[in-house]
């Protein structure tokens, strides 16, 4: 018997509530394509086992303040539609959407070599 404490989570909290935010920003934005998100969350789910974190990066900057919470030195906590957080949450998610594009693409390319 060891006194290891047992490994809970491997991170895989971390990312279910970063899933869950990212999903509540594609719900509420039209801007957001709920199945770019989705795509990224599985991306992310298979790059935690490789070590590699740019889906995850990508959705935790799409997700936001969603993730984060609210600034405390920020004067106004929501944001209009103009603000500097939209305009970031839309370069990154322009970023994930890309990002997305080409695994999918990758993904397809594959798939037609053992059809």
């Known amino acids: 018997m060891t006194d290891d404490p047992p490994d809970s989570d491997d991170g895989r909290d971390d990312l279910d509530r970063l899933a869950r935010a990212a999903r509540a920003v594609a719900a509420s934005n039209t801007d957001v394509d709920p199945d770019i998100v989705e795509d990224a969350i599985r991306y992310a ?41 939209a305009e970031r949450r839309a370069v990154a998610y322009a970023r994930l959407r890309q990002h997305v594009e080409r695994r999918r693409s990758r993904e397809s390319d594959v798939d037609g070599l053992f059809e």
């Not at 997700?63 to 405390?72: E, F, R, T, W």
């Open 45 to 85: 789910r298979e790059e935690a086992e490789t070590g590699r974190t740019r889906c995850r990066i990508l959705l935790a900057d799409v997700a936001g303040s969603a993730v984060a919470g609210p600034d405390p030195e920020d004067p106004d906590p929501n944001p209009g539609p103009n603000s500097v957080d």
